[in-house]
């Protein structure tokens, strides 16, 4: 069975840095995106970016491309998502997503199968 955890969520100063990650276990094939959203309570979830394996071709929108960084352990299987010079409005819960086999990568929800319970960030200033 395929699951998805992540962690690394706390409380954070605006300005300061966070880094999330999500770990992987029950991958059966070696081809899928993994993404990172995050979902402010009564707001639609929104896709901030995602990473392929094996060949860590990554993805993170323009709106925090200069912000958010993806990277991945393989060997762990585990993503990573280091947020810098956190903002209010960063202020969410935030989930990672394995895609349908073969899937690319693209933080669109449609096209991740499975799901972690997510990890709260909350701005503490």
């Known amino acids: 069975e395929v699951q998805l955890v992540e962690s690394g969520g706390g409380l954070v100063q605006t300005g300061g840095s966070l880094g999330l990650s999500c770990s992987l276990s029950?991958?059966?094939?070696?081809?899928?995106?993994v993404g990172w959203f995050r979902q402010v309570p009564g707001k639609e979830r929104e896709g901030l970016g995602c990473i392929k394996s094996p060949d860590s071709h990554r993805y993170i929108k323009d709106s925090w491309k200069d912000r958010f960084t993806i990277t991945s352990d393989d060997a762990k299987k585990t993503i990573y998502l280091q947020m810098n010079n956190l903002k209010p409005e960063d202020t969410a819960d935030y989930f990672c997503?394995?895609?349908?086999?073969?899937?690319?990568?693209?933080?669109?929800?449609?096209?991740?199968?499975?799901w972690g319970q997510g990890t709260q960030v909350t701005d503490d200033s």
């Open positions: 029950g991958v059966t094939f070696d081809e899928y995106a």
């Open positions: 997503a394995k895609s349908w086999w073969r899937r690319p990568c693209l933080p669109l929800d449609d096209q991740y199968e499975y």
